[in-house]
């Protein structure tokens, strides 16, 4: 008999210090544990950039925040390709050689792993990115120039027939910060992150296409005392590679009341989310918990939210672990109740119809 695929969603916000998946790709590791219990796995850039590292799953769905929370929304559906072309968006204000540095790892994804990419346009003006942090230590952050971004990838879409969109957005050098360095340390908040997602935000909610954003920034000084979750952004000039490689195969967004094809997948497929404990207050998440899906929220990956499922009325299964939690995910999958695994069952309750009631009792 045949089955439907079954699919997960695994969700760690950007910018919000999570002690996994806040740092340089660092929820890897776990996207990859769940993609072997999973038929599809469905994720944001977050979880799978890591700089110049990446992993090809094939069967993860690289899907940008704001398409994501669309996603879960029921507004749209994802349709699963076998590659994108890729346009490359480059910030005026980055430097020459810093901008050269750019294209020659863009050729590199073409030479040496086979990535279709168009001509890249670089914006008619400088962004001018400025990054901004919230009271709970949270990122975030601005562009100056949204219209030039949208411009640039405009003519990507009508020139270049790009299928999906790359930015590469100079971002302000911050080498001396305390937040930065606590952030190399392992110790705090990504400081550019929240910006990121911006970025990304403005092209998909105008043009309903995959993108995804890498930063260009100067490289750091050498830190002997480097956090291994750090690690991957300092391997060199740029994190472009990660995001190629994740949006040559990101699934293109269908619109609800578009037709729909066979293979597209809508929330309703979903079967199981996954997220951190203290932050399930994002629009997703909070979607996601009106449907049918089991919500997994996990308790060892801390953030500087304070939002668990509870103060929401969100039913979620708590679980200390990512390791606990493909526990569960296996449970599900195979249709057994977690609870036929602890050693105690308690017995069947008996629910009381409106027959069951005598006179006396209205």
């Not at 400025?130 to 971004?149: F, H, K, Q, V, Y």
């Amino acid at each position: 008999m045949n089955k439907r695929p079954y699919t997960v969603v695994l969700i760690v916000p950007t910018g919000v210090g999570a002690a996994i998946g806040g740092y340089a790709g660092d929820a890897m590791p776990v996207a990859r544990a769940i993609a072997q219990i999973c038929d599809r796995l469905i994720t944001h850039p977050n979880v799978l950039n890591g700089a110049q590292l990446y992993w090809n799953l094939l069967n993860a769905f690289y899907v940008e925040g704001y398409g994501l929370d669309k996603f879960a929304a029921g507004c749209y559906g994802l349709r699963p390709v076998h590659q994108n072309r890729v346009g490359l968006i480059l910030d005026r204000g980055i430097e020459p050689e810093l901008r050269q540095r750019h294209l020659q790892a863009a050729d590199a994804t073409r030479a040496t792993l086979g990535l279709s990419l168009t001509d890249y346009v670089v914006t008619d003006a400088p962004l001018q990115v400025e990054l901004r942090r919230s009271a709970t230590g949270a990122s975030w952050g601005t562009i100056a120039n949204p219209d030039s971004l949208l411009r640039a990838a405009e003519a990507l879409i009508s020139q270049a027939q790009a299928e999906a969109i790359t930015v590469v957005a100079r971002f302000p050098d911050d080498s001396d910060s305390d937040a930065l360095q606590n952030y190399r340390h392992g110790q705090g908040v990504d400081p550019i992150a929240g910006a990121e997602a911006v970025i990304s935000h403005l092209v998909v909610r105008k043009f309903q296409i995959p993108c995804a954003h890498a930063p260009a920034l100067l490289p750091l000084p050498l830190d002997p005392q480097l956090s291994p979750r750090c690690a991957a952004e300092e391997l060199g000039y740029t994190f472009l590679p990660c995001v190629l490689v994740g949006l040559s195969r990101a699934p293109q967004f269908v619109v609800k009341g578009a037709d729909s094809q066979p293979g597209d997948i809508w929330v309703d497929g979903v079967d199981a989310v996954v997220v951190p404990a203290t932050a399930c207050g994002g629009s997703g998440l909070l979607s996601l918990s009106q449907s049918r899906a089991k919500i997994i929220a996990v308790a060892d990956n801390v953030t500087r939210m304070n939002v668990p499922p509870e103060a929401l009325g969100i039913k979620a299964l708590r679980v200390k672990s990512y390791l606990e939690a493909l526990g569960v995910l296996v449970a599900d999958r195979a249709g057994i109740s977690v609870d036929a695994l602890t050693p105690s069952i308690s017995s069947l309750n008996c629910l009381s119809t409106i027959s069951d009631k005598s006179p006396a009792d209205n």
